[in-house]
């Protein structure tokens, strides 16, 4: 009955889909593109493992070359486990410095989820990014979404339908996060796994060495010039 009233279906069927989109991973779901969605982004930038970034423009093509922080900002969330409790973690992360910028943590996958990531992260840069880049999930799509945008006049990319490689930052991150944040039922309570999730980010920004950097990625962006 509790899951029929929370996840309003049986708990029969919320096993199998769960189980469908588990992906058969030990640590449970990942990041999935969404592959039916009638969308077609003006701008449609393609991160590479290099520092070169594709843009697809409607009428032209350019590269952009990777040069400085908050240029690209990428935009991502996944869902996690808590014992009966499914909750989700936005992140943005800077393309640049590799860094999280910012994240947002709620029990469920919305609009406000992704749009309070991305105003923290304003908030705590002072600044805004050139592009942000998205997969083509309802929420990016969504009016209040590209509203933000307009008045932080930031231009907004997503990756092609059923491409998750042109968001690949965020999918590198969640796949890595979730292997060292490992089993969140070891925690005798929801507040200690969400705050375990919160100092894993922190471990992340602050002391674990990327492999591209060589060092961490706030000990990048302290060394990048302040203009």
């Known amino acids: ?48 493992s290099s520092n070169t970034i594709y843009i697809h ?30 909750f989700y973690l ?15 943590i709620w029990l469920h996958h919305e609009k406000w989820l992704i749009l309070n990531a991305l105003k923290m992260a304003v908030l705590k840069k002072n600044t805004v990014p050139k592009y942000a880049h998205s997969d083509q999930w309802s929420e990016y799509r969504s009016y209040e979404y590209f509203e933000a945008l307009a008045r932080y006049k930031i231009s907004a990319s997503m990756s092609k339908k059923s ?9 590198s991150f969640y796949w890595k996060f979730k292997f060292e944040l490992w089993n969140l039922n070891r925690f005798d309570s929801f507040e200690k796994a969400v705050e375990a999730v919160i100092l894993q980010i922190h471990y ?24």
């Open 1 to 48: 009955i509790f899951h029929l009233l929370y996840h309003k279906q049986p708990l029969i069927l919320y096993i199998f889909t769960t189980f469908q989109k588990s992906r058969f991973s030990p640590l449970g779901p990942v990041p999935e593109i969404d592959r039916y969605r009638k969308f077609h982004p003006q701008t449609s930038i393609h991160l590479s």
């Open 163 to 171: 491409s998750p490689w042109e968001n690949w930052a965020q999918e």
């Open 90 to 104: 936005a992140t943005v992360i800077d393309e640049y410095s590799k860094e999280v910028v910012w994240f947002s």
């Open 57 to 86: 423009l409607t009428d032209s093509k350019k590269t952009i070359e990777l040069n400085e922080i908050n240029q690209v900002w990428s935009q991502d969330f996944t869902h996690l486990y808590y014992r009966w409790i499914l």
């Open 204 to 227: 992340y920004n602050n002391f674990r060495i990327h492999t591209k950097l060589k060092m961490s990625p706030v000990q990048f962006v302290n060394l990048i010039p302040k203009k």
